[in-house]
């Protein structure tokens, strides 16, 4: 069992940035995939962003080259670097994590989804003013 705690989210104007944190507890953090997603007010969890066990990556369309997902397994902690912000980035963010790791996994696309993940924090809210 993990649990993951976010943090980093504030108020920032469109085109700043935030580092948003994920950091893990319990469990063997380096065997598990972890993924970032968002909610925006009135609308489902999104995916946002997908890292690996060794690290590759995967974005949604909307933040390829705004957002950078990374992870640190020896502090155990997975980050969010968001760049060139914008309104419509506005939401809560949330970290999971996934035991998963097979071909059919990433193939399918179930890294992208909700129901991919085993695990949840509890979000942090990031509201982009413009």
């Known amino acids: 069992q993990v649990q993951l705690v976010e943090s980093g989210g504030g108020l920032v104007q469109a085109g700043g940035s935030l580092r948003l944190s994920c950091a893990a507890s319990?469990?063997?953090?380096?065997?598990?995939?972890m993924g970032w997603f968002r909610q925006a007010p009135g609308k489902e969890r999104e995916f946002v962003a997908h890292?690996?066990?060794?690290?590759?990556?995967y974005y949604a369309d909307s933040v390829k080259g705004r957002f950078t997902i990374s992870r640190d397994n020896d502090k155990r902690t997975v980050y969010l670097q968001i760049d060139s912000l914008k309104p419509e980035d506005t939401g809560i963010y949330y970290c999971?994590?996934?035991?998963?790791?097979?071909?059919?996994?990433?193939?399918?696309?179930?890294?992208?989804?909700?129901?991919?993940?085993?695990?949840w924090g509890q979000g942090t809210q990031v509201t982009v003013s413009s």
């Open positions: 999971a994590a996934s035991v998963r790791s097979s071909f059919l996994y990433y193939r399918s696309g179930y890294h992208r989804t909700n129901s991919g993940y085993d695990y």
């Open positions: 319990g469990g063997t953090f380096r065997v598990y995939a």
């Open positions: 890292i690996t066990t060794s690290s590759s990556t």
